[in-house]
């Protein structure tokens, strides 16, 4: 949360500061040899995605929440944050789907923004949502209510959130093992585990160092080592 503002306001952030960062990994490593483990919930790979998009009728809403999963599994396991700020001004039409700018990234602390693409399914998704809502601009993610009305202001983090946990409960998943950023781990997971070059989606996801990208990647990576299948 104190991260997520400092990078919305475009100053610098105390939290990467050097002092910071160590004391924080040392609390970690501390916690670590007592036998104690943070929980990491599971990443939502390809398969879990599928079923949540199942759950998606031909109404609005779903149309809506449909493309909101897509786009942000398939551009890279884009942020809630990053979903929130999405603007149909910052969308560019390519051949095979959409091209969309971010401004304000947990590691672009001078908001030069980065492009991302939307491609595939994530693009057919997106093309359904825009016509049927027949937004033109601003937000590309909007509330709607519960008579079906859209109402402009962008989805907030928090929304994205509850849309994710619902969308987790009606596919009959257990919403306790899952986090908004299991959409995040899971695109790098997926990716493991099609073998996929770790730049490859590093250029995708952002992250700046590949530690926590190497962990989700290894997950989905290590059944296809040929090093476990020496016997």
């Given at each position: 949360?104190?991260s ?18 160590t004391?924080?990994?040392k609390?970690k490593?501390?916690l ?13 790979t390809?398969?879990?995605i599928?079923?949540?998009?199942a759950t998606c009728?031909d ?40 091209k ?7 590691n ?19 093309n359904?949502w ?35 946990k619902?969308?987790?409960k ?5 919403e ?33 160092s ?9 997950d989905?990576?290590?059944?296809s ?7």
């Open positions: 949360m104190i997520g503002v400092h990078v919305m306001l475009n100053v610098d952030n105390p939290l990467r500061h050097e002092m910071v960062t004391l924080i990994s609390a490593s501390a670590v040899s007592q036998g104690i483990y943070a929980e990491r919930k599971l990443p939502a390809k398969d879990i599928e079923k949540l998009i009728g109404k609005l809403i779903d149309k809506r929440d449909k493309a909101l999963l897509l786009v942000g599994f398939s551009s890279g396991g884009r942020r809630r944050s990053e979903l929130s700020q999405m603007m149909i001004e910052d969308l560019t039409r390519v051949e095979e789907g959409y969309i700018k971010l401004w304000k990234m947990k672009d602390q001078k908001a030069r923004g980065k492009e991302f693409p939307i491609l595939g399914r994530a693009a057919d998704a997106l359904d825009l016509n049927a809502s027949g937004i033109t601009s601003g937000h590309l993610f909007c509330s709607i209510s519960r008579g079906g009305n859209i109402h402009h202001p962008s989805l907030t983090g928090r929304a994205i959130y509850r849309i994710f619902n969308r987790i009606m596919a009959g998943l257990d306790q093992l899952y986090s908004i950023h299991s959409i995040r781990s899971g695109f790098v997971t997926e990716c493991g585990r099609q073998n996929l070059q770790i730049l490859q989606i590093q250029s995708l996801t952002g992250h700046e590949h530690k926590m990208l190497s962990i989700y990647y290894r989905g990576n290590i059944l080592s040929k090093a476990a299948k020496l016997m």
